[in-house]
């Protein structure tokens, strides 16, 4: 059975055994979090968005609907996720019909298994994040990084090839 502390609010049904959510965490009803996870104080779920078994998500992290985050992946604190290339207000006359289907803005992202995200990194919308790669802290995220590659910077460029354990292969980084 999950536990769940009494500060957080989840709406969702969909969380798996052994996962723990910590306080003021907010879980949107439809969010789908797997077994054996942690999600830190301050997190955000929003529907729709898919998260696997063994995930480690750290205290002020933001997961929009379109992240899909595969097993065995740890995502740093303030670590912010975005959905949207081109986003506008709603509200906004010129933009209201854009946002009636989630087809015209809505992008998808995916981190692949085993992936490390470090502290503060922006990940943009609609990008594949590698199995077992590494995402440096501060890092921007804007195009997708290969497996096992440790990116960096603003904008995030490869700097080095790591292993499973998350370890460069070669050189100083």
Known sequence: ????????????????????????????????????????DHAFLETGAVVGN???IKNQVLIWEGIIIEDDVFVGPRVTFTNDRYPRSPRM?????????KENWLERTIVRRGCAIGAGAIICP???LGAYSVIAAGAVVTKNVA?????????????????VCGRPLSGAW
Not at 12 to 17: A, L, N, P, V
């Open 1 to 40: 059975m999950a536990k769940i502390h009494p500060t957080a609010l989840v709406e969702s049904t969909e969380i798996g055994d052994t996962t723990n959510v910590w306080a003021m965490v907010h879980v949107m009803k439809g969010v789908r979090i797997g077994h054996g996870c942690n999600i830190g």
């Open 147 to 163: 497996p096992f590659s440790l990116v960096r910077g603003n904008p995030a460029r490869p700097a080095v090839d790591v292993c």
């Open 126 to 128: 609609g990008l594949e």
């Open 93 to 101: 006359v010129q933009a209201s019909t854009r946002y009636h289907a």
């Open 54 to 56: 063994n995930v480690t």
